[in-house]
C-alpha cells in the first residue's frame, strides 16, 4: 500500500494535464511545463491503470473506487486498494492527478 | 485485478504506432495551413504570399472555424497538429489557437521563420510546451545571404532575435533550410551554429529539390526553377555517400523499391495524417492542391473528409502514357520525388512525369552503383539483385504503398 495515499481521500484528474481515450488507450497529455520526466513525453496506462482511471472523477473516494473494481472484476478487495493506491501514488508523483478531498 | 509490480503509466515518445494494437484512431496528425500569407519573400518558396495581402487574408479560416477544425481533429484521436503556412504567427489569434489545440491534448508542431517570436509568446510557449520541436526556417549566416533568400531587410536580424528568446526559454527547435546557390556555401556553417545554439549536434535538414509553387504561378515558378541545382548536384547531396557510402539509401531501395504501375498514390497508409489548407480546405498532403483532390470543409465535416479521401484517391489511375511507360515501370520510386502532388505542381495534372525528379533519381541510382551511365531505370526488368534483394522477395512487389521519398 502507498503509505502517501489515503483511501478516504477524493482524487482526479490535474489541470496540468488532459488526459485522452483513444481507441481504447488512455494518453495523458501534459498541459504545463514540469509534468512527467521530459516535456515531450506522453504516458499511457496499463489495463489495470485504465480501469482505475476512470473511477478517478473528483466525486468517488478511492475506497468507494476500489470497491466498485472489486465487485466489476470480482477481484480481492485487498488487491484492488493496492492497485488504486499505487497508480494514484505514481501518478500524483508526476502531479497528473491532485487531491481534492 | 491483480497487484502490477511495474509501473502504472508508460511514458511514450513521438511514436504511437506500438500502441494500437487493434484499430487506429482514423487522424493521426494534422497539419493546418493557418495563412499563405508571409512577411518573408523568399524566391523559392513554394506557397508564400505578401504579408498584407488583404484578399487572401479575408479568404482565410477564422478563429472559429480553426478552433472547431482542432475541436473535430481532437475527437478524430489527432494526437499532433502542425502549424504552418506561410508564416503562422502572422496571425493575431496565433495564441488562441495554440492554446485550443493544447487544450484538446494535442501536441503542436509550429514551422515559423522566427521573426515574430517575442518574449510573451515564449513565455507562454515556455509554460505551456508544444510537445513537438519547433520548425525554423534559416536561410543564410550573414544578413547578405538571407537578405537574398527572404528579400526581407531586417528578417535576419529579426530570426536571430527570436531563436535566441527560444534557446533562453529552453524551448527546442530544429532548422530547416534550402540548398540555394547563394548560401550552398554555408551549410557546415549553419550546422555549427545550429548546433551552439540548442547545445545539440544535429544537423539542420536541408532541401535540395525544389518544388514549384503549388497553385499556379508561372512567373513565380519560373524563378524557382532557375535556383534548382543541377541533377546531380541535388542527387550528391542525397545520396548520403559522404556520410556511409550511400548504404541507407541503397537499404531503403531495397526494402521499399518498385515500380508504381498504373497507382497514383503509393503514399497512402490507414491511420494517417492529413492537411488543411488557409481557407478551409482538406487536402491529404499539404502540396497536393489538385481540385479533384480537396475537400471543403465548409461543406463537409473533417470526419468526412477523412473518411472519403483515401479511397477516393486509392481508386485514382495513371492515364498518361508517359507516365505509365516510364514511372510505372520505374523501380526507383524510393529515390524519386515523383509524385501527384510534384506533378500537379509542374504541369497542372497528376500524372505527367517530372523530368527534373527523374534526373535526379537516376543520378542518385548511379552514385550508388544501381544504374550504369545512361541506363533507364524503367528497362531494368530484374532490379532485386542490383540491390541485393533476394528473388523471393520481390514477389508481387510494385503497387504496395511506402514512405514518401520527399519526407
Known amino acids: 500500500m502507498n503509505d502517501k495515499i489515503r483511501l478516504d481521500s477524493i482524487y482526479g484528474p ?67 486498494e493496492q492497485d488504486v493506491a499505487g497508480l494514484v501514488g505514481e501518478l500524483a508523483s508526476r502531479k497528473m492527478v491532485v487531491r481534492i478531498r | 485485478m491483480t497487484p502490477m509490480k511495474k509501473a502504472y503509466a508508460t511514458r511514450v515518445r513521438s511514436d504511437l504506432s506500438p500502441l494500437w494494437k487493434g484499430r487506429r484512431p482514423l487522424l493521426s496528425r494534422l497539419d493546418i495551413e493557418l495563412t499563405e500569407r508571409c512577411n518573408n519573400d523568399c524566391l523559392h518558396c513554394s506557397i508564400n504570399r505578401p504579408a498584407g495581402d488583404e484578399d487572401a487574408r479575408s479568404r482565410e ?46 501536441r503542436v508542431m509550429i514551422f515559423t521563420n522566427a521573426t515574430l517570436v517575442t518574449p510573451r509568446l515564449a513565455g507562454l510557449l515556455s509554460r505551456v510546451p508544444p510537445l513537438e520541436k519547433m520548425e525554423v526556417s534559416v536561410y543564410g549566416m550573414s544578413e547578405r545571404t538571407s537578405l537574398a533568400v527572404t528579400r526581407n531587410p531586417g528578417a535576419f536580424e529579426a530570426a536571430r532575435r527570436g531563436l535566441r528568446l527560444l534557446a533562453d526559454h529552453r524551448l527546442p527547435f530544429v532548422l530547416k ?43 513565380r515558378s519560373g524563378l524557382i526553377r532557375g535556383l534548382r541545382l543541377p ?22 531501395v531495397a526494402e521499399h523499391g518498385g515500380a508504381r504501375g498504373g497507382r497514383l498514390f503509393t503514399c497512402l497508409e490507414g491511420g494517417g495524417g492529413g492537411a488543411v489548407d488557409a481557407y478551409g ?61 510534384k506533378s500537379w505542381a509542374e504541369h497542372g495534372t497528376l500524372d505527367t512525369p517530372v523530368g527534373y525528379f527523374c534526373e535526379i533519381a537516376h543520378a542518385q541510382a548511379e552514385a550508388l552503383g544501381l544504374l550504369a551511365a545512361g ?20 514477389t508481387g512487389r510494385g503497387e504496395e504503398s511506402g514512405p514518401c521519398p520527399g519526407g
Open chain 2, 231 to 252: 541533377p546531380r548536384e541535388a542527387a550528391g547531396y542525397m545520396t548520403g555517400m559522404d556520410r556511409d557510402g550511400g548504404e541507407e539509401r541503397r537499404r531503403f
Open chain 1, 14 to 80: 490535474s489541470g496540468e494535464i488532459v488526459a485522452r481515450e483513444i481507441e481504447g488507450e488512455i494518453i495523458i497529455v501534459p498541459l504545463t511545463s514540469g509534468i512527467g520526466d521530459m516535456e515531450d513525453e506522453l504516458y499511457t496506462l496499463n489495463e489495470t491503470g485504465r480501469a482505475i482511471w476512470r473511477k478517478l472523477d473528483g466525486a468517488r473516494s478511492l475506497r468507494e473506487a476500489a470497491a466498485e473494481l472489486a465487485a466489476e472484476f470480482g477481484a480481492p478487495i485487498e488487491t484492488v
Open chain 2, 61 to 106: 479560416m477564422d478563429t472559429g472555424f480553426i478552433k472547431d477544425l482542432l475541436d473535430q481533429a481532437a475527437a478524430l484521436g489527432c494526437l499532433t497538429v502542425r502549424f504552418t503556412g506561410g508564416e503562422p504567427l502572422l496571425r493575431s489569434d496565433f495564441e488562441d489557437l495554440y492554446l485550443r489545440a493544447r487544450n484538446r491534448g494535442m
Open chain 2, 281 to 341: 480546405r482538406f487536402q491529404y498532403c499539404l502540396t497536393l492542391r489538385h481540385p479533384d483532390t480537396v475537400y471543403d470543409l465548409k461543406r463537409g465535416s473533417l470526419r468526412e473528409a477523412v473518411r472519403e479521401m483515401p479511397p477516393r484517391l486509392r481508386r485514382l489511375r495513371a492515364r498518361d502514357p508517359e507516365y505509365l511507360r516510364r514511372c510505372g515501370r520505374c523501380f526507383l520510386k524510393t529515390l524519386c520525388l515523383q509524385c501527384p502532388a
Open chain 2, 375 to 394: 541506363e533507364k531505370a524503367w528497362t531494368v526488368a530484374d532490379w532485386g539483385p542490383r540491390v541485393g534483394q533476394a528473388a523471393s522477395t520481390r
Open chain 2, 177 to 219: 533550410s534550402v540548398v540555394l546557390p547563394s548560401n550552398r556555401n554555408e551549410r557546415e556553417e549553419l550546422g555549427a551554429w545550429a548546433a551552439g545554439l540548442t547545445g545539440v549536434a544535429a544537423a539542420p535538414a536541408f532541401a535540395v529539390a525544389l518544388d514549384l509553387r503549388s497553385r499556379p504561378d508561372p512567373v
